[in-house]
């Protein structure tokens, strides 16, 4: 593909900018629900996305015919009104850059055989077990390889897989019913060895929440674990970060001015694409800008935001290479790639030794907001005299984001992140994009919880 990229030699054209992306993805995915297998959908899809930029306007198209690329550009150099003959005085300079990240025994490259076979001990489990109702259950790999070209001197290349094994079901007993999941992602088969273990343990533990009591309404001292963290950044900061919904908002961009204290100093909330490990690895971005790491909010003072070229341009800020794609059928935007508070100081049992009386929330079915919140629990503990204690239903947790921020007096001093391959990001009509998210464990010193 790179040879491919380089023989249309787009540098030659008269042209301000000139970009093709080239992206092949293999999604496998098989699922079971109750005692069926539900659904095996096996696909590849291989194709590229053009665009010019002239007469201050974009003009792009998709193709999956790639023996066309060059005929698809011209027709773009002549709705621009540019001429599609080629200048040969002007020299190739490219600095191609080609990632590969793909070797050893990853897990998308096992057989449909084994992940099946994998599936069914997560079957075997809930068909012994009377309390279980419409269990379900998925792998699903993600394998994705990029190219990328423009007028301007880039070429690069890289590729990614990451598996996930997911399970749902319900828990009924009496009149009492209970909804969970489990979810794993991993890169290599290995990191798998131990995930029956863990669901198991995970299992046994849905069980205490089927009868478990719904806590009464009020403002807590709350703990929330990585992943609720990770949401909260995503959903409440991360996308209010995205630059693009500033544009010709002035109140929004005076809400959201850079140096201003929008937390607690121990506050810091980090989106980077250069971690290889989690689904969120984003080497270039779709406009071939390298990766980098861009603090939104350090030690709590509002530092960055997310930004395309032409966000960056607008707002007179430096690009953070956040411009992104679902896949090649569609025009980059501005979104996240791996979101998450940094780590403090704490560990967890020091987080925890305070709390008199205090909920623990350890796992979301869901969240949302932008200047509100809330976060869907799905599973939280009592915190009481410093210990965790008995399980109990927390419906929601809601708050204002920048109070919230403030209210953050405690981080821990590990942080775990998470990956997705069921899902993803959602904005506007592109969904799913692949990011990651998590965190420490934070301590918010009030939080309204129902």
Not at 53 to 80: C, D, G, I, P
Not at 89 to 110: F, L, M, P, S
Not at 389 to 411: E, H, S
Request: hydrophobic share 35%; net charge negative; with cysteine.
């Amino acid at each position: 593909m790179i040879d491919l990229l380089k023989g249309l030699k787009i540098h030659q054209y008269d042209c301000e900018l000139i970009d093709i992306r080239i992206e092949e993805t293999s999604p496998i995915q098989i699922s079971f629900f109750q005692k069926e297998l539900y659904s095996y959908i096996q696909e590849k899809k291989l194709g590229a996305f053009i665009r010019v930029f002239a007469n201050n306007r974009w003009y792009y198209t998709a193709t999956t015919e790639l023996e066309n690329l060059e005929n698809e550009l011209h027709k773009l150099l002549v709705s621009a009104n540019i001429s599609t003959e080629k200048n040969q005085n002007k020299k190739d300079k490219y600095t191609t850059t080609e990632i590969h990240n793909i070797d050893g025994d990853y897990a998308y490259k096992q057989t449909k055989e084994v992940k099946i076979e994998f599936l069914n001990k997560i079957r075997d489990a809930f068909e012994n077990d009377p309390l279980v109702v419409n269990p379900y259950v998925s792998w699903k790999d993600n394998v994705l390889q990029k190219y990328f070209i423009n007028n301007k001197g880039v070429i690069y290349s890289y590729n990614k897989a990451f598996s996930g094994v997911f399970a749902s079901y319900s828990l009924k007993e009496n009149q009492e019913i209970y909804q969970t999941k489990f979810l794993r992602t991993v890169q290599f088969y290995k990191d798998l060895e131990n995930f029956l273990d863990d669901f198991k343990a995970d299992f046994d533990e849905a069980k205490l929440f089927i009868s478990a009591p719904t806590i009464e309404p009020g403002k807590y001292i709350t703990v929330l674990s990585p992943i609720a963290t990770g949401i909260f950044a995503h959903e409440s900061f991360g996308h209010k970060s995205e630059s693009d919904f500033m544009l010709g908002d002035e109140s929004m961009v005076k809400e959201w001015e850079i140096g201003k204290r929008v937390a607690s100093e121990i506050v810091s909330i980090i989106d980077c694409g250069i971690k290889e490990d989690v689904s969120g690895y984003c080497p270039f971005d779709d406009e071939g800008n390298p990766a980098q790491t861009t603090y939104l909010i350090k030690k709590g003072i509002l530092s960055g935001r997310l930004h395309n070229e032409a966000t960056a341009k607008d707002l007179n800020e430096e690009n953070t290479s956040n411009a992104r794609a679902i896949s090649f059928e569609w025009e980059p935007t501005v979104r996240m790639r791996n979101t998450y508070f940094d780590k403090g100081n704490l560990t967890f049992e020091e987080l925890i030794k305070p709390i008199e009386n205090g909920y623990f929330i350890k796992d979301l079915n869901h969240g949302s907001g932008m200047s509100t919140f809330t976060l869907a629990a799905n599973r939280a503990f009592k915190i009481e005299n410093g210990k965790i204690t008995d399980p109990v239903k927390i419906n929601v947790a809601t708050g204002t984001v920048f109070q919230t921020l403030f209210d953050i007096d405690g981080i821990s001093d590990e942080i775990h992140l998470f990956s997705q391959v069921f899902g993803g990001c959602g904005k506007m009509y592109q969904w799913p994009l692949d990011v990651s998210f998590g965190g420490p464990y934070i301590r918010v010193k009030s939080l309204n919880l129902s």
